[in-house]
């Protein structure tokens, strides 16, 4: 079982920054990709970004490419995204996940555990 704690959601306005953190205990951290997924009022959960045990992968939804970053740091358990020019249709509650496996993916079924996520509010 692995725990997972999300940080660093909040309200910013279009076009502004925020970094999110998860920190992920439980489980051996680096031997398994990680990915982040959202949530928007009325939506379906969708695929954000993933990352590969090591880092050296890493895979985008069209939406955020460009503007949003996932890294990690194995010797602090935690995964990163960090979020440049955001938009309005931004605005969701951020989920972090621990994949299954070490490879990325950006399906949620190669997910097994899943932080109770943190709410980004985009504003005009």
């Known amino acids: 079982q692995v725990q997972l704690v999300e940080s660093g959601g909040g309200l910013v306005q279009a076009g502004a920054s925020l970094r999110l953190s998860c920190i992920a205990s439980?489980?051996?951290?680096?031997?398994?990709?990680m990915g982040w997924f959202r949530q928007a009022p009325g939506k379906e959960r969708e695929f954000v970004a993933t990352?590969?045990?090591?880092?050296?992968?890493?895979y985008y939804a069209d939406s955020v490419k460009g503007r949003f970053t996932i890294s990690r740091d194995n010797a602090k358990n935690t995964v990163y995204l960090q979020m440049n020019s955001l938009k309005l249709e931004d605005t969701a509650i951020y989920y972090c996940?621990?994949?299954?496996?070490?490879?990325?993916?950006?399906?949620?079924?190669?997910?097994?555990?899943w932080g109770q996520g943190t709410q980004v509010t985009v504003s005009s």
């Open positions: 996940a621990h994949a299954l496996r070490s490879y990325a993916s950006s399906a949620p079924t190669d997910f097994g555990s």
């Open positions: 990352i590969n045990w090591s880092g050296a992968s890493t």
């Open positions: 439980g489980r051996t951290f680096s031997d398994y990709a």
